[in-house]
């Protein structure tokens, strides 16, 4: 994981209650209506929140590949035209007009762990 994708966390407000999740926990987020959706390793934490503000939040480690979903690209396992499936076996939705920019920014996350790994 990437030194400063380690110290980043998001806010989550449900109700009263605040919550700090670290980013490379979430594995992915899902919209559903007005919610996100937070899917980690163990749980699933739903909250009030923007796919779009999230989306701008958690670039570069983060690529939106549908309306519906923002997928942690360092749990990527395998893709292809139509779905991504990720480290938890869990796939997700691929639109045709971003798989394009979805392979670029695989490439690019793959290359900068790779240098790093050096």
């Known amino acids: 994981m990437d030194e400063k994708q380690d110290r980043m966390r998001i806010t989550v407000k449900q109700g009263s209650k605040v919550r700090l999740v670290n980013i490379q926990d979430i594995i992915y987020i899902e919209s559903l209506g007005r919610k996100a959706v937070l899917h980690l390793p163990d749980e699933t934490i739903e909250y009030y ?30 893709y292809s035209r139509r779905e991504v499936v990720l480290k938890n076996t869990d796939s997700v939705l691929v639109s045709k007009y971003r798989f394009g920019d979805f392979q670029r920014a695989m490439l690019q996350i793959t290359a900068n762990n790779q240098i790093k790994k050096l």
Do not use: C, G, M
């Open 49 to 78: 929140a923007k796919i779009s503000q999230l989306e701008e939040e958690l670039s570069p480690y983060f690529f939106r590949t549908h309306r519906a979903y923002l997928v942690n690209l360092l749990y990527v396992d395998s």
